[in-house]
């Protein structure tokens, strides 16, 4: 299985590197669908049977090697189109070439992951899996067109049932709050004279709905040996239904918000946080009702106990650790939440970042005082060599994007523009390398291991453990993703090699601090 995981990990990787290059972008769309499909199907159905083979595995280099050769060329073969539209790449030939150099990539990953012979046992052994997996596959792939019209309307392709609905209950929403509200059902626009706003396609809540229902679909799979089916299966539309009505309230919040006279805050920071509020709200809900509701959860009501140390029980799952280590970087996300929500363009609660972050660390010192926190020279090292890899891009690039920030900043008066930057630098350097070394590399890259994640020593990490953290970690970074897990692999290979948390977080620390000398330094906001 963790071959599996290492091949999903890097195709995860080379999709997000081609679909940023805009030219060789289309080549996804008929892929995609395919093998997502095929590859879950095939992993849901062989689970046990692929989870139960134990046995070492040889990573072919060469083919590796010659599978980044093909993304590379696809990558340059883009950029070389973008230069020309006339360019024989942008050619139908063209575009059959560079698909054909994609799939002869994916192959030869897949082989330098898991070799040929063992492909052919594992779908032997699996059978029919593989089968049903490409069944899946295909039919996802002649339904990818067809199944839009489950959600637009046919006489108007512009127009999504979904985006009606929505407005539709906005509209009686506001209808009972507001005497002067005004609608103009052509343009889908709703308000009031002093503020309205277009309800468009995307605020249909289609993208809310998606994360919801693959949500729900990976944690009922993950935790099915915990629940009663199908019981469990009627909490799916139930939360989706819970998604949507939450979509209908943000569009009406926000015109609130809005024609209350503060429309920047509503419309830069209230609009795109108030939807990740809402799926959390869903998703933390739903998480619950699986555990707690006798009818879906089998031991809902009974908690089951085993041995633990020092003559002392505990329950049987998760490690009672987990809190200490997810609390803080979920306190940190958390107050973003609120800090961003109720700001425009200048996110001026940015200090209850780390006030949330600095309660958390308090509460769990306890549990912190297991962990080692020396650390040595290799620490600072590692650190300015992240801070070096990091500002490189902008050099090399020469990037000088605008930004907000300065022109917010010098609107302040002194105390309060030192105040801001001083706690944003102290968020830097203490409270976000503690947490987010706590969570990615103490909790997740152990956990990947085994649920009694706080008994594995550092040192243990896997290199799948420690590739698929530092994933996630870059992942977090957004537009900075490449550059996110380079320095979530220097970070855990540190913490592997020196097996002391302190080398991680310091490595962290200094990495921020020159980022943050660097910016204040420049004036490069």
């Known amino acids: 299985m963790g071959r599996f995981y290492l091949l999903a990990a890097i195709l995860v990787l080379d999709c997000a590197l081609i679909a940023s290059t805009p030219h060789t972008a289309p080549l996804l769309g008929p892929l995609a669908p395919f093998g997502i499909v095929s590859f879950a199907v095939f992993l849901g159905l062989g689970y046990g049977s692929l989870k139960a083979q134990q046995e070492e595995i040889q990573f072919r280099t060469g083919l590796f090697v010659a599978h980044l050769v093909c993304v590379g060329a696809i990558v340059l073969g883009s950029l070389v189109a ?32 898991i070799p040929f012979k063992l492909w052919v046992r594992t779908a032997r052994e699996t059978s029919p899996a593989g089968l049903y997996a490409v069944l899946a596959g295909v039919a996802a792939w002649f339904l990818r067109s067809p199944a839009q019209w489950l959600w637009i309307q046919p006489s ?17 929403v506001l209808g009972f709050l507001l005497p002067n509200l005004v609608v103009d059902a052509g343009p889908f626009v709703i308000g009031t004279p002093q503020f309205s706003v277009s309800v468009g396609a995307p605020c249909s809540g289609i993208e809310g709905l998606g994360l919801v229902l693959v949500f729900t679909l990976v944690w009922l799979w993950f935790f099915r040996k915990e629940n009663r089916f199908p019981q469990a299966l009627f909490l799916i539309p139930c939360a989706l239904v819970c998604a949507f009505l939450l979509n209908v309230a943000r569009i009406s919040a926000l015109i609130l918000i809005g024609n209350a006279g503060a429309p920047e805050m509503a419309i830069v920071g209230f609009h795109s946080q108030a939807g990740w509020i809402a799926f959390t709200l869903v998703a933390l809900g739903f998480s619950v009702a699986t555990q707690r509701l006798a009818w879906v959860s089998k031991s809902a009501g009974a908690v089951a106990l085993q041995p633990a140390e020092y003559g002392q029980a505990r ?38 970042r780390f006030v949330a972050a600095a309660i958390a660390l308090w509460v769990f010192r306890r549990e912190y005082g297991k962990l080692n926190w020396r650390f040595g020279w290799a620490a600072p090292l590692t650190g300015v060599g992240i801070f070096l890899i990091w500002i490189a891009p902008s050099l090399w690039l020469h990037e000088n994007s605008a930004s907000t920030l300065g022109p917010a900043l010098a609107a302040l ?53 420690v590739a698929l953290s530092s994933l996630a970690f870059g992942v977090m970074h957004g537009q900075h993703w490449l550059v996110g897990i380079v320095a979530g692999l220097a970070y855990a290979l540190l913490l592997r090699y020196r097996g002391r948390m302190g080398d991680a977080v310091v490595a962290h620390a200094v990495s921020n601090l020159l980022l943050a000398a660097w910016v204040l330094a420049r004036g490069d906001w």
Request: with cysteine; aromatic share 12%.
């Open 315 to 352: 329950p049987v799952g998760e490690s009672l650790a987990t809190a200490a280590y997810l609390v803080p970087f979920l306190a940190i996300l958390g107050a973003s939440f609120i800090s961003k929500g109720a700001s425009g363009y200048f996110e001026w609660l940015y200090p209850l």
């Open 413 to 465: 008066t002194p105390f309060a523009r030192f105040t801001w930057i001083a706690f944003r630098v102290a968020a830097a350097v203490v409270t976000v390398p503690i947490a987010e070394e706590l969570a990615f590399r103490g909790y997740l890259a152990r956990r990947i291991m085994g649920r009694d994640f706080d008994e594995i020593p550092f040192a243990h990490l896997t290199l799948l453990s």
């Open 82 to 113: 973008g230069r020309d539209s006339g360019a024989w790449l942008n050619s139908l030939p063209g575009l059959l070439l560079s698909g054909a150099i994609l799939v002869l990539g994916i192959v030869l990953l897949a082989l330098a992951c």
């Open 156 to 172: 108007a392709a512009n127009i999504y049932i979904l985006q009606v609905i929505t407005f539709r209950c906005v509209q009686a």
